[in-house]
């Protein structure tokens, strides 16, 4: 079955650039009709869709995030890499990566509380000096 893994620094300073790649295994990130997401949830708080990239490598993001999020693939891996640039203490969060189908990806741009079908464990992203 698919297995979704987050890999990245534990730690990004004040206006330096997070960086988070996951690895898929048990399936392929090309595989028509998948998106391929990044979700983040602050403490005590809910989660937070960030972006996504299609299976077709198109990406998409959160309007309030767009500006500073780039998401890109490396196919030969099965990899999808998360950049947040400008980074504040407001962007501590345990991220995650996740798998979509088509429903899932038409309520992410809704605004609507994220789902999938297939989730990582999850990662500790702290903003610190």
């Known amino acids: 079955q698919v297995q979704l893994q987050e890999s990245g620094p534990g730690l990004v300073k004040p206006s330096q650039t997070l960086s988070l790649t996951c690895t898929v295994s048990?399936?392929?990130?090309?595989?028509?009709?998948?998106?391929w997401s990044w979700i983040r949830q602050p403490p005590g708080k809910g989660l937070e869709w960030v972006g996504a990239?299609?299976?077709?490598?198109?990406?998409y993001y959160s309007p309030s995030l767009k500006s500073r999020t780039s998401i890109y693939r490396d196919t030969s891996k099965n990899q999808f890499t998360l950049q947040l640039n400008s980074v504040t203490p407001e962007d501590t969060a345990v991220y995650l990566c996740?798998?979509?189908?088509?429903?899932?990806?038409?309520?992410?741009?809704?605004?609507?509380?994220?789902?999938?079908?297939?989730w990582g464990q999850g990662t500790q992203v702290t903003v610190s000096s």
């Open positions: 996740a798998r979509g189908r088509q429903t899932d990806y038409v309520s992410w741009i809704l605004g609507r509380v994220p789902s999938g079908d297939r």
């Open positions: 048990g399936g392929s990130i090309t595989t028509a009709y998948y998106y």
């Open positions: 990239i299609g299976h077709n490598g198109i990406t």
